[in-house]
């Protein structure tokens, strides 16, 4: 990957960076922790009064806002605390850092987080990583907005992004852009699916119809199946009463649904199943119903190294989301370390060439929303395998 225009200063950088990543390459991914998905998945509501907990990480000038619900209950908590560890983790493993991260606890909820962002905007910060929450992003642009300070932020809903405002995080949209495009690749044109009726699906069906169009194909049928599992054998049956029409079926969302239209569909009948990351737990790795199906998803060998080093620091596993952390960090010290005044400009984080992290490559554009180099894999009964890699670079602008 060829470095930023502004100088040889970031592609030394990236290469170091790339460095880390493929250090952490391994085998396959671990099944640790949580869904990357908690704006869409994560019902519960959050605690009223927001806590004020802060912590200095590192030594350097240059102040970095981390913002993190680490009081918040549940799992919100748990994840929280998995990224201030990744957080810490990646700047020691920062070749003499010039950054010192201003960790803030927003307590899950809106408030604390432009609580959290305002103060550390007041103590120098020069850039925010976080919040995790999509109202929490909302919260602590405004509050970093009016003074110029950009957010790398941890949420799903491309709602939230804006100039200023760029989201790091696994946009799901991303997965449905990579699998459709492997599918008409690979000679797919006519698409039917069943999708969840929740936001979850509202997003993915808005980028699969739009995905579909663009690369030429069509989607001859669509049904949708409410939250009560119980209900999705009439949409599947629709669904495989479609396929006469339809060479693919897509379920972002495939254990029971990918089941039941495996059983409206009946035996001898074949049609390609395609889904999302989701896909990618022990449940529907496991599920016969979606043998042979694609998905798309980060390549695995970078989390399984990254999750090693974890373990063997904090003693525990890491949640998925913490490679998030362990980024964003990384790539604020690389541009610290090269990039002088211009370090967090709009330039300097949307540059078309991208950078490279735990994940594999990804790129902010302009909108504040993310490209990332995804795999496709085939479910098989051992597993999940690669059948389409990761790209190692990007091509054309990060539009």
């Given at each position: ?19 880390v ?122 509050a ?6 950009p ?24 997965d ?33 119809r ?20 119980q ?12 396929t ?12 029971d ?8 569909l ?10 999302t990351?989701?896909?990618?737990d ?118």
């Amino acid at each position: 990957m060829s470095g930023l225009s502004q100088g040889r200063g970031l592609a030394r950088s990236r290469r170091w960076w790339c460095g880390v990543a493929a250090a952490a390459a391994a085998a396959s991914l671990c099944a640790c922790s949580q869904l990357p998905g908690s704006d869409f998945f994560n019902s519960q509501p959050p605690p009223a009064a927001p806590a004020q907990a802060s912590t200095a990480i590192g030594a350097g000038s240059v102040r970095v806002g981390v913002v993190l619900p680490l009081s918040a209950p549940g799992n919100a908590g748990l994840a929280a605390l998995a990224m201030k560890n990744a957080a810490d983790m990646a700047l020691a493993e920062f070749q003499s850092p010039n950054v010192q991260l201003l960790v803030k606890d927003d307590g899950g909820t809106a408030l604390g987080a432009q609580i959290a962002t305002q103060q550390a905007i007041q103590e120098g910060a020069e850039i925010i990583l976080g919040p995790v929450s999509a109202a929490s992003v909302g919260a602590a642009a405004q509050a970093a907005r009016g003074r110029g300070i950009p957010l790398i932020a941890f949420s799903n809903d491309v709602n939230v992004a804006s100039k200023g405002v760029y989201l790091l995080s696994f946009l799901p949209e991303a997965d449905v852009d990579r699998v459709v495009e492997y599918s008409i690749a690979n000679g797919k044109r006519s698409f039917a699916a069943l999708i969840p009726d929740n936001a979850y699906g509202t997003a993915v069906e808005a980028e699969f119809r739009q995905v579909v169009a663009r690369k030429g194909g069509r989607v001859v049928a669509l049904e949708r199946y409410p939250a009560d599992k119980q209900q999705v054998q009439e949409p599947a049956r629709r669904i495989a009463d479609a396929t006469r029409q339809a060479d693919t079926v897509f379920i972002p969302d495939p254990v029971d649904a990918a089941s039941a239209v495996a059983a409206a569909l009946g035996a001898g009948k074949r049609v390609q199943l395609v889904g999302t990351w989701l896909w990618d737990d022990a449940r529907s790795l496991s599920d016969p119903s979606v043998q042979g199906g694609w998905y798309a998803g980060p390549d695995v060998a970078g989390f399984r190294a990254f999750a090693n080093r974890y373990r063997a620091r904090y003693g525990q596993d890491p949640v998925r989301t913490a490679t998030l952390a362990y980024d964003a960090v990384s790539l604020v010290a690389a541009l610290v370390k090269t990039q002088g005044a211009q370090r967090f400009s709009e330039e300097v984080l949307t540059n078309p060439s991208g950078f490279s992290g735990v994940d594999g490559i990804f790129r902010f554009r302009p909108d504040g929303t993310n490209q990332r180099g995804l795999a496709v894999f085939r479910v098989t009964a051992s597993g999940a395998q690669v059948i389409s890699p990761a790209p190692k670079a990007f091509t054309g602008p990060g539009t």
